[in-house]
């Protein structure tokens, strides 16, 4: 209360002074505590959106490290089906790297002896995300490999190439033949003297699938064996290949167009980095001819033999023989 003199007169006015207020009964202040606290969440929630995503980003940005590793799969044979050829194309996928040569660790106690590091090292480097193959077409026919091979990796993925066998059966006598400077005719190779087929050559000896395929069902589920059609191999490589990258669980990269027809050869061409480039010379020789009365032998012979192998696992294979003359 103030007192004012008008007029010689004491009035007195009443003037009403504020008083002071706590913080939590301004309400401009209120606002401004709560768009803080919105301002210091939104601001944590950055840090923490900026920091995942920074993580993230090193993972994948970081540099990514060639090692050597053991092998995800195997092509175990057969010897003369097209396991080079099978090689020589699956090794276009960027996901893939494949050995050169042959390692022949399991088959091989010389080799096996010197142990999983050894064999290890025997392989090419990869990233961490590329699966690691090797081919050594003697595994198949040798008895203790599949116990070998399940001791160090149970799950691991197996590819069997198998062709129609009297083809096989030439051309392992063809490679037989290169090699060897005195060597018999075909005929008297593959068949005994009294006519017969003569199942101690190694020709037809290992022409005969059926034989080998229950120590590997024995030691590996069927879903763990993809078995390949060797000769569709040669004629429709594009279609094996799309069945293999499946069944190895990598993207579908390899197809029609990685493939040129050699009409010289026979065989297809692969593309090989910047160009076109086929399998070696021993690759698509020309098969000498097979008498009929031979070639009906032994087309009696396998035929069992192969209905034998469809029945263990459970495919078939349209393999077509031309008993009245040279080719299959």
Not at 239 to 251: A, I, S
Request: aromatic share 12%; net charge positive.
């Amino acid at each position: 209360m103030i007192d004012s003199v008008i007029a010689g007169k004491t009035h007195v006015t009443h003037t009403m002074i504020p008083k002071v207020q706590s913080g939590r009964n301004i309400p401009c202040l209120n606002c401004f505590l709560g768009n803080k606290s919105k301002i210091v969440f939104l601001i944590t929630l950055v840090c923490i959106i900026c920091s995942y995503t920074g993580l993230r980003w090193y993972a994948t940005a970081k540099p990514q490290v060639y090692e050597k590793r053991l092998p995800h799969f195997i092509i175990i044979g057969v010897k003369k089906s097209g396991t080079r050829a099978l090689l020589s194309f699956i090794k276009m996928h960027p996901d893939i790297v494949t050995t050169g040569m042959e390692v022949h660790f399991f088959d091989r106690n010389e080799s096996y002896e010197q142990g999983l590091d050894w064999y290890r090292d025997m392989m090419p480097a990869s990233l961490p995300d590329q699966l690691t193959g090797e081919k050594s077409p003697g595994y198949y026919r040798t008895l203790f490999v599949p116990q070998r091979i399940h001791e160090m990796n149970s799950s691991i993925k197996l590819i069997l190439v198998v062709r129609e066998p009297i083809e096989r059966c030439m051309s392992n006598y063809l490679q037989h033949a290169s090699k060897n400077a005195r060597h018999g005719s075909f005929a008297s190779e593959v068949l005994l003297s009294n006519g017969e087929v003569n199942e101690q050559s190694p020709h037809v000896f290992n022409s005969n699938y059926d034989l080998f395929i229950d120590m590997w069902l024995k030691r590996f589920p069927r879903k763990q064996l993809k078995i390949v059609d060797g000769n569709l191999l040669i004629t429709h490589p594009h279609l094996v290949l799309q069945e293999v990258q499946e069944f190895l669980g990598v993207r579908q990269y390899i197809n029609e167009e990685f493939f040129q027809y050699d009409e010289k050869k026979g065989f297809y061409c692969y593309f090989n980095e910047s160009e076109f480039k086929c399998l070696g010379d021993s690759k698509g020789r020309a098969h000498p001819e097979i008498s009929p009365a031979v070639k009906l032998k032994l087309y009696q012979y396998f035929q069992l033999r192969n209905e034998l192998f469809f029945k263990k696992i459970g495919k078939r294979f349209d393999w077509k023989v031309n008993l009245t003359g040279n080719g299959s």
